[in-house]
């Protein structure tokens, strides 16, 4: 196994990692910045487009083409052409104490994006929401503290997310109704952050403060753990032409009270030689 950085970008909060397969290029925020970044895997150039606004929580590529993006209190359409954007709903305009954190489209073409406290006080205040390909806007899901680490069983039967309790992932049956209902603890006493599903059906989480990423099987049982000495830790993505390598975001400054000391603090990491794959992102059907 060989742990690298991808580039010399540093994010004081990277977040949102998404690979594009079908572009062959990791997607990738510092939400503090607030920046959108983008490596072309066969030029290894890194692009970037600084955004308004004072956050950006999340994006997922489109495909009709360009992304969509959940920042500050909305949504948006971006075209990175002609870096336009164009708002698409505000949920959270008349609450300007939360802002949208982290999304990631489902099986069945939906973009499912969550709120979070911006002073990040602990009040379950906050909703799981749904985008559908016809753009009709639903809140599916409450009693967030802060929304994180949705992602989906290849069916999408399930759904695997955090922050009601923000020390357990949770799993609950989503399916063609794209409605989390009959929730269950899948993993607790943890610390989880964004994830990702891989080819068997496994949960990688990135382990918030705890320096590392775990695998956890469909039971819940941690089959794995991959160690970063120093860093903070926020998500993890597979990605490459094979989908073979492991995209991880880090911070570089303190973040709710968790400050990295590694060298490559705030980089993308990217680890490759595990012999784990992971499965094509859906994109944005809307």
């Given at each position: 196994m060989k ?7 540093c994010c ?5 990692p998404?690979w594009?397969a079908?572009?062959?290029a990791?997607y990738w925020v ?6 959108l970044y983008?490596n ?7 692009r ?12 997922a590529p ?21 870096a336009?954007l164009?708002?698409i709903?505000?949920?959270l305009?008349?609450n300007?104490?939360?802002r ?8 069945f073409?939906?973009?499912?994006t969550?709120a979070?406290?911006i002073?990040y006080?602990?009040t ?7 985008l559908?390909?016809?753009l ?10 802060c929304f ?7 069916d999408g039967?399930?759904l695997y997310v ?6 357990a992932?949770?799993?609950f ?5 794209q409605?989390?209902?009959?929730g269950r603890i899948?993993?607790?006493n943890c610390?989880p952050d964004g ?6 059906g ?8 705890d320096?590392?990423i ?10 794995k753990?991959?160690?970063f000495?120093?860093?903070v830790v926020s998500s993890?993505?597979f990605g ?7 995209y991880?975001?880090t911070t570089?400054?303190e973040v ?9 603090a705030?980089?993308?990491l990217?680890?490759?030689g595990?012999?784990y ?6 994109q944005?059907?809307?």
């Open positions: 742990i690298s950085a991808l580039d010399d970008v004081h909060l990277g977040e949102g998404v594009d079908v572009a062959e990791l510092d939400s503090y910045g607030p920046t983008r072309d895997f066969a030029s290894s150039r890194t970037a487009w600084p955004l308004p606004g004072k956050a950006v929580g999340s994006l489109r495909a009709q083409g360009g992304l969509i993006l959940a920042m500050d209190q909305g949504l948006y359409a971006f075209d990175p052409d002609s336009a164009e708002s709903v505000q949920p305009a008349e300007r104490g939360l949208l954190n982290d999304g990631k489209v489902d099986p073409g939906s973009f499912v969550g979070m406290n002073d006080t602990q379950r205040n906050c909703s799981m929401y749904r559908s390909p016809e009709e806007f639903s809140e599916i899901l409450d009693g967030f503290v994180n680490g949705p992602c989906f069983s290849a039967e399930l955090t922050g009601r309790d923000e020390s992932i949770e799993v049956d989503y399916g063609a109704e409605r989390p209902r009959n899948l993993l607790d610390n994830a990702t599903v891989d080819a068997e496994y949960i990688w989480s990135a382990q918030w403060d320096a590392s775990i695998r956890i099987a469909p039971d819940g049982v941690i089959d753990r991959l160690e000495p120093g860093q993890v993505m490459g032409p094979k989908l073979d390598l492991i991880v975001t570089a400054g709710h009270g968790a400050r990295p000391v590694a060298d490559s705030g980089r993308v990217v680890v490759s595990t012999g794959r992971g499965r094509p992102e859906p944005f059907k809307g």
